[in-house]
């Protein structure tokens, strides 16, 4: 029996509060109490409280909270309680940092990370249980399309869960900025209807007013060769680009082209020549628009990487060779400045397609919402490997949901105005699917395997290493501290049922491609953790902040294309300005792009979140190292890119968001 102090933070939004009464429940290894209720959670950022408890309930292990509504319900969101009184030995943590909503019962442990092996006595058993039982029906598997893998249940986000869906800060920035960014579109864009693009610098009428330092170059430096080479390495794809080990099979030299064939095996033998090849884009069916055909390529880009870091084209295919047809035409830079010009125009347009599907949506969105739902629906608030993850997953179901019935669905944006809607994105997202590899999603495991490992103008390479390490290091320690041994991470349960739903459902038996159905040892276990982390947060941000420099000015990143590949060298600037997306298409391109590409005012950045789920110090020691390594590597990227022509900063940690919330 006792005097008990109880502190209750209510969230920073201006909605968290409730003047609804809250009723409490101290429970202890002894007993439990009913304090009744005590609590109005108005919009008050903590509130204390003292109660006297007339028997000893020992040790605090939960405390029970249950939101009474009158006339009306208002949800309240619940940030932590801390317990201080008989038993607790300084002060008890109880983490929530969620909505409390309705009229449940919620059961907040204490805050300290237990594995199943942690608590012998089975006294959070029960507990651990219920929650996920609860959980996997709100937390629902839903479908999407065939062959893809599995997004969380809902077509909008009212059907997400609560938790998930965005504050209000968060949901009133996108929401304003949506409706500014539709309304410039709706009263620009009817006029583009009755405009045309005559020249090349006509789309200077859609480029944007708030552009970046580098679109403006990228604008006047377009057309040169190492820019075009350059964002194979740094630019907003940086995932496609591999050394070559041999000459390609679909590249069919004609025998007048036998000095080319001589400069490319030289190149190949020095180790020089890289490749970039869109065969994934093959056979895709093109959009039609406004009744007017668009069309797709699936080029293939040879480049040599010279002795001062640059990397330049030397023949572009736009079309692999087709049976009982002519080779395809091949494109060299001393072709008529036009046609390789044209080319090149092309190569963009078809990076367009797989950055924004395969890059930047499946690999970064849906396989972060895969890791989000297997988490939620497998790993208790008391896991360890749970408090460590769920800072990572911050918005990403509502921002992926809002992409599939705003962008990628029927009538969606990419119906609108892109080359591969209509079907075209669900059969390119299917193919990149199949080929998904876990060495993919590991930087030290993918650079290695495309042959970029030394490139040292590869600041993407240099960078995802450095920000993976700080990670992989982030990780081992906190691993260590829960896990003691092989075994321990072998005996776990709950680790090992997450790491199948991942692989086997959310990924639809992925274990074929590398990825673990099980968890045998702690650098295992270290390794996914490192890659679930990246995945969330450097593997998104390499292939969003590029969107607003490298696609503001149109004929670098053509969302779709007006006319079929060139089959010959025969080509005039209208040729390439007819080809190029008619001006509305490129306002609407542009209104997009600079929304979805802009800073987000709402943005926690890597390792800086405010939420505290671990109560013991250890945890919160390694957080604080990770946080000054990030501020050391932020400082040194900062210090290289003051040398550079072109800085490389998405992989900057304070520019690398905290999860995929954009």
């Known amino acids: 029996m006792g005097k008990y102090r109880i ?12 003047s609804n009464l809250v009723q409490l429940w101290l429970v202890g290894d002894h007993g439990e109490k009913d304090l009744g209720k005590i609590l109005r959670p108005i919009r008050t950022r903590e509130v204390q409280l003292e109660v006297e408890v007339s028997l000893y309930l020992g040790r605090l292990l939960l405390v029970k909270l249950r939101k009474h509504k009158s006339l009306v319900g208002f949800d309240w969101f619940c940030k932590w309680i801390a317990v201080q009184g008989p038993g607790t030995q300084g002060e008890a943590f109880f983490p929530c940092y969620r909505w409390v909503q309705g009229n449940e019962i919620i059961c907040l442990p204490e805050g300290t990370a237990r594995t199943v092996r942690d608590d012998p006595q089975n006294q959070f058993k029960k507990h ?30 009212w059907d997400l869960p609560r938790n998930e869906r965005f504050l209000e800060d968060k949901d009133l920035d996108f929401s304003l900025s949506l409706a500014k960014v539709l309304k410039d579109l709706a009263l620009k864009g009817t006029l583009d209807l009755t405009n045309s693009v005559r020249r090349l610098e006509d789309f200077s009428k859609v480029f944007p007013r708030g552009k970046t330092p580098l679109a403006e170059r990228v604008r006047n430096s377009w057309k040169d060769d190492a820019l075009f080479g350059y964002q194979f390495l740094n630019g907003a794809n940086p995932m496609l680009l591999r050394r070559s080990t041999s000459l390609p099979s679909r590249l069919v030299l004609p025998p007048e082209m036998e000095d080319l064939k001589t400069q490319l095996e030289k190149e190949l033998q020095t180790g020089s020549l890289f490749e970039a090849d869109f065969s994934l884009l093959d056979g895709v069916k093109p959009n039609v628009i406004i009744f007017k055909q668009q069309y797709v390529a699936a080029p293939l880009v040879m480049l040599k990487l010279q002795p001062d870091g640059r990397l330049l084209p030397m023949v572009i295919q736009l079309q692999p060779p087709r049976n009982g047809c002519p080779p395809p035409v091949l494109f060299l830079p001393s072709d008529p400045p036009m046609a390789w010009l044209l080319a090149k125009t092309w190569v963009r347009s078809s990076d367009f397609q797989l950055h924004q599907l395969q890059s930047h949506l499946l690999r ?3 396989i972060a919402e895969v890791i989000s739902v297997a988490t939620m629906r497998s790993l208790p608030s008391l896991h360890p490997i749970y408090k460590l993850l769920i800072p990572h997953f911050r918005y990403t179901m509502e921002i992926n949901v809002l992409a599939r019935s705003n962008l990628v669905s029927e009538w969606g944006i990419f119906d609108l105005v892109v080359s591969t809607g209509n079907g075209g994105h669900v059969d390119i997202l299917q193919r990149a699917t ?5 060495r993919s999603f590991c930087p030290p495991d993918d650079l290695a395997d495309r042959g970029l490992l030394d490139v040292k103008s590869s600041l993407y390479g240099q960078d995802a290493l450095r920000l993976w390490g700080a990670i992989s290091r982030f990780v081992e320690k906190m691993v260590s501290l829960f896990y003691k041994s092989d075994g321990a991470v072998k005996d776990d349960p709950e680790l090992q049922a997450w790491c199948r739903e991942i692989t086997e459902t959310g990924l639809q038996g992925a274990q074929d491609r590398g990825f673990p159905i099980s968890l045998e040892s702690r650098a ?18 390499s292939t969003h902040h590029g969107q607003l420099d490298w696609y503001s000015w149109i004929p670098n990143g053509p969302c779709t294309m007006r006319k079929p590949p060139p089959i010959s060298k025969d080509v005039t600037e209208k040729d390439i300005v007819d080809a190029l997306p008619g001006l509305h298409q490129a306002r609407t391109q542009k209104t997009f792009i600079k929304f979805l590409g802009r800073r987000q005012p709402v943005m926690v950045a ?10 013991d110090p250890g945890p919160q020691t390694v957080l604080k190292q990770f946080q000054e390594e990030l501020a050391a590597l932020d400082k040194e990227i900062e210090v290289r890119n003051a040398g550079l022509d072109l800085p490389y900063e998405y992989l900057r940690p304070s520019m690398v968001e905290n999860s995929v919330t954009i």
Do not use: M
Request: include cysteine.
């Open 7 to 18: 502190r209750v933070a209510t969230g920073d939004s201006l909605l968290a509060g409730s």
């Open 128 to 157: 651990r249980e219920q929650e996920l039982e609860e959980r996997r029906k709100v937390y629902r598997w839903g479908f999407w399309k065939e062959g893809l893998i599995l997004p969380i249940a809902g077509n909008s986000q």
């Open 364 to 366: 970064g969105h849906l």
């Open 434 to 438: 199949a080929g998904l590899t876990y």
């Open 524 to 541: 295992r276990l270290c390794h996914f953790i490192t890659t679930c982390i990246f995945t969330c947060t450097g593997q998104h941000a």
């Open 606 to 615: 890597l390792g800086q979140h405010k939420e505290n789920y671990f109560s």
